[in-house]
């Protein structure tokens, strides 16, 4: 395993010495060079140069917790009640959900890089160290299921508000629970629950951000369906302490809301990103596949689908949605 101090050390960008290394981590030569070859392993470019030691071209942006704190707005710093960094892990929602009865409300999980990050529908999504966004977040809700509906609609647009706030324009929404860039998938939510279905129930939100995925990386090959990154979008260096900042702050900010008015406070700002809006659609399940103009959501979630004059509702579950 990498030592996490590693990172730190070259975060800068700059040489240094196999023997200046060593001493912050205690290690000898060899050992070094150990780290070094498993580091490329990760898709970390690595410069080495006899008599000047080890460069990362590109330096590394490492997330902070001092640097997130002083960036974030204080009432949503001020809601999270725990928070924990880890450089490696399997992923945050399943961090989180093993703290969960430890921890049932405002507690947050954060990763340099995730081995086993899971999408809806069990499809895995990775992407290179220490480059993305991948956080989970838990929150308590009273009410039982009633009180969630619409929850993870609510999540994508808090996403899309904070990139907005960032100065990302143009982000859409699918419904349920993808952000798309010009058709391109550029982050996805994932969300589980532990609780009582008639009373309190605590939430895993876990969201995935792609904020710079290197096209030729080996993590990112295997992904079945057409992404994009922040990176290809924006027009300066992201940030990423002040980009996950933003996030939480309007993602905390939008649930106290939600915890009081529900899902429809937020209709409205959500049919506003739909990127699927009045436009034809099929949606396909395991069983069936249905054309129809899609009208957005009602305040419960539920995709509206016009047929022959008539409007049905759709939950989430198995169904994908495809513009025809």
């Not at 898709?43 to 917790?65: F, K, T």
């Not at 204080?74 to 430890?102: P, V």
């Not at 702050?249 to 009045?278: M, P, R």
């Amino acid at each position: 395993m990498i030592d996490s101090m590693l990172l730190k050390v070259l975060a800068d960008g700059k040489f240094h010495s196999g023997t200046s290394i060593g001493e912050v981590l205690g290690l000898g030569r060899s050992a070094i060079w150990k780290q070094m070859k498993a580091l490329k392993e990760y898709d970390v470019e690595i410069y080495s140069v006899r008599g000047r030691g080890y460069r990362l071209p590109d330096g590394l942006d490492l997330l902070e917790l001092e640097s997130l704190k002083s960036k974030m707005d204080k009432e949503a710093w001020d809601a999270l009640e725990h928070i924990e960094l880890k450089t490696f892990t399997d992923s945050t929602n399943l961090m989180a959900l093993r703290n969960i009865r430890q921890w049932r409300h405002g507690a947050l999980y954060l990763t340099e890089f995730q081995h086993a990050g899971r999408g809806r529908r069990g499809r895995s999504w990775q992407g290179p160290l220490a480059t993305n966004l991948y956080f989970s977040l838990i929150w308590r809700f009273s009410g039982g299921a009633a009180a969630l509906e619409g929850l993870s609609l609510l999540v994508g647009l808090s996403v899309v508000q904070a990139l907005n706030r960032f100065g990302v324009k143009g982000v859409e929404l699918k419904w349920p629970n993808d952000l798309l860039y010009k058709g391109k998938k550029l982050a996805g939510i994932l969300l589980e629950m532990q609780g009582d279905a008639s009373g309190d129930i605590s939430v895993v939100i876990g969201v995935g951000l792609n904020v710079a995925m290197s096209r030729g990386s080996e993590r990112v090959k295997d992904i079945d369906q057409p992404w994009i990154d922040l990176a290809s979008v924006h027009d300066r260096k992201v940030d990423r302490n002040k980009l996950l900042a933003v996030v939480l702050s309007q993602l905390i900010s939008n649930l106290v809301v939600f915890s009081e008015k529900g899902f429809a406070a937020f209709i409205e700002a959500w049919h506003q990103v739909h990127a699927f809006q009045d436009s034809e659609v099929k949606l396909i399940s395991a069983h069936s596949e249905i054309e129809g103009v899609c009208r957005g959501v009602n305040e419960q979630g539920a995709l509206m689908l016009e047929r022959l004059g008539e409007i049905e509702t759709h939950h989430g579950g198995e169904i994908s949605v495809r513009q025809v």
